[in-house]
C-alpha cells in the first residue's frame, strides 16, 4: 500500500482520507477480510470513526435483516486492533491473546459503529472494551485482551 490512507485498503472514506500509521496500514492491508467487510474509517476531528454499512453478504438472519455475530465480532476485533495501534504508537500489530463477545439484541440492517476504549495497558497486556452502536443503541460488546 503505497498511501497510508484507508481508501488504499479496500475501505471507503466519505470525507477525507484518513492518515493511518504504517502499523495500521499493514493491520488493514494484510487481514483478508477486511475488504469483504467494508469497513469505514472516517477522521473527525476528535477521533477516528469506525463504521460499517449493511450488505446482503453481512445477514445473519434473511427473515430480519440483521447483521450475522460473525461479522459483528470481526468489526470490533478489527477496530480494537486499529485503536490500540494508533492510540498507543505501537511499531507491529498487536496480538489477540483473549476476546469475549456479547450480543445484547439484533443489529437490524443499517450502518453500526465501533467505539473502542482502552481499559487498562499495563506492560504485558493490553485489554480494550469496543461497543458497537446501530444508531445510539448498543447491540452488542466487546473485549479484547492483546499482548504486547
Known amino acids: 500500500m503505497g498511501n497510508p490512507g484507508a481508501q488504499g485498503a479496500g475501505n471507503d472514506c466519505k470525507d477525507k ?16 477480510f477486511v475488504g469483504f467487510l467494508g469497513i469505514e474509517l472516517i477522521d473527525s476531528v476528535e477521533e477516528l470513526i469506525y463504521q460499517l454499512t449493511f450488505r446482503d453478504q ?7 435483516r440483521t447483521f450475522h455475530g460473525g461479522i459483528l465480532a ?8 486499529l485503536h490500540v495501534t ?7 500489530e498487536p496480538h489477540c491473546e483473549s476476546m469475549t463477545f456479547d450480543y ?8 453500526i459503529r465501533a467505539v473502542p476504549r482502552i481499559i487498562r495497558s499495563g ?19 466487546g473485549r479484547f485482551i492483546y499482548s504486547r
Open 17 to 32: 482520507v484518513v492518515l493511518l500509521s504504517p502499523v495500521q496500514a499493514q493491520l488493514l492491508e494484510k487481514t483478508p
Open 58 to 64: 453481512h445477514i445473519g438472519n434473511p427473515l430480519l
Open 74 to 81: 470481526s468489526f470490533g476485533e478489527i477496530s480494537a486492533a
Open 86 to 92: 494508533g492510540v498507543l504508537g505501537l511499531e507491529r
Open 104 to 111: 445484547l439484541r439484533p443489529a437490524f440492517a443499517g450502518t
Open 123 to 141: 506492560k504485558r497486556f493490553i485489554v480494550v472494551s469496543v461497543g458497537i452502536y446501530l444508531d445510539q443503541t448498543l447491540v452488542s460488546m
